[in-house]
């Protein structure tokens, strides 16, 4: 369906070819997903002829298996596969003066490759954005998985907050988290690596997981996702193990508003900026705007960073069938950091999450 339209792009702007090289936007079109690390991998998408995969060897039979149903072909280590791509594509069509590729993606030396085997083509039209925008609207199949991922999400909190006692590392929870993920949920990834910031250490957002001890009295920040079925979950909660401080409540308090109130906008009809305003001038005027140094959300996928960037100047109307993030976050540096994030679709008429661990302050008991 997608690949249709896709067709369809090339037909109405008159390109002949369309490599497609990034694995996430194969996937998209073809439902095989694979990553070829340092081999080529490609669709060949054309304006008048049927399309094909191009794979590793090693590839093949998986490809074919897979829920792609045109020809898959496949090069081994020791033959020209830029030779094998054009064999294949003059096989099929004498049209190749107009080409479309991934500049995102394509890496110049693999572009200086194809540009050789057919010197006399234009390769000037950029695919990114019409896959992007295709992207941006999620069907009923993929909210299914971003939900599935969500549940997964869900669980790794609580195998997270289980985990929290005094002296284990940070970097012990989050190997618990996805040991447990992998083990009782059989998660084959996770969508990127699981965050665990005790204290201090949440104020610096992207800080990955260290061998900081955990201690009482101090707030937890975990950030974490799965992938299911190619797609992504990302929620962030942030818990205190023992009795918070009051500074500790207070910026937890005010995050937690302005998310909610940011969930209770998110509808069609809202631009992304106006989005983030909703939620940032809670936390302005509160005093706090200093200490909310990143936009409010983004979208989610295939990728767990996709558009539509929710963010200040971003006059993008949300409309129904939009996933992104909602993730306000304080950090106060040598104090503490907050952050609360659920993905979420835009419905006809608001937002649902796919997340759905309690955002009331948890504070869980002291454990030696
Ligand atoms: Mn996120």
Redesign the pocket.
């Known amino acids: 369906m997608n690949l249709k339209k896709l067709q369809a792009y090339l037909q109405k702007s008159n390109l002949d070819v369309a490599y497609l090289s990034n694995p996430i936007s194969i996937a998209y079109f073809t439902g095989y997903e694979m990553e070829p690390h340092e081999r080529i991998f490609a669709l060949l998408v054309f304006k008048d002829a049927d399309p094909f995969l191009f794979t590793p060897a090693l590839n093949v039979e998986e490809a074919k298996a897979s829920a792609w149903e045109g020809d898959v072909y496949g090069y081994l280590d020791d033959e020209d596969p830029w030779q094998l791509i054009a064999d294949h594509i003059n096989k099929r069509t004498k049209e190749t003066d107009h080409w479309a590729i991934e500049k995102d993606f394509l890496q110049v030396s693999r572009y200086e490759a194809l540009h050789e085997v057919f010197p006399g083509s234009n390769f000037t039209t950029d695919l990114s954005q019409f896959i992007s925008h295709l992207r941006l609207f999620k069907t009923s199949k993929e909210i299914e998985a971003l939900k599935k991922a969500g549940e997964e999400a869900d669980f790794a909190f609580q195998i997270g907050f289980n985990a929290i006692k005094s002296g284990v590392t940070e970097r012990y929870i989050a190997g618990e988290i996805e040991n447990q993920l992998k083990l009782q949920k059989g998660v084959m990834h996770t969508s990127f690596e699981t965050i665990v910031q005790a204290g201090i250490n949440a104020a610096n957002p992207h800080l990955g997981p260290t061998m900081t001890k955990i201690k009482p009295n101090e707030l937890v920040l975990f950030d974490l996702g799965t992938m299911h079925d190619g797609y992504a979950s ?1 929620s962030s909660r942030t818990v205190a193990y023992g009795e918070p401080t009051s500074k500790q409540r207070e910026i937890y308090e005010i995050d937690r508003e302005a998310q909610q109130a940011a969930i209770e906008a998110a509808k069609p009809g809202i631009t992304a900026s106006e989005l983030d305003h909703v939620a940032r001038k809670i936390i302005v005027d509160a005093g706090y705007g200093d200490y909310f140094i990143h936009r409010l959300g ?1 979208g989610i996928g295939k990728d767990v960073h996709e558009f539509p960037s929710i963010m200040a100047g971003n006059d993008l109307v949300i409309q129904e069938g939009m996933c992104f ?1 909602i ?1 306000p976050g304080i950090y106060i540096p040598n104090v503490a950091g907050v952050r609360i ?1 659920d993905c979420g679709v835009v419905t006809g008429d608001g937002f649902q999450p796919f997340t759905h661990t309690d955002k009331t302050l948890n504070v869980l008991p002291i454990r030696d």
């Open positions: 990302d983004h993030s993730e994030e």
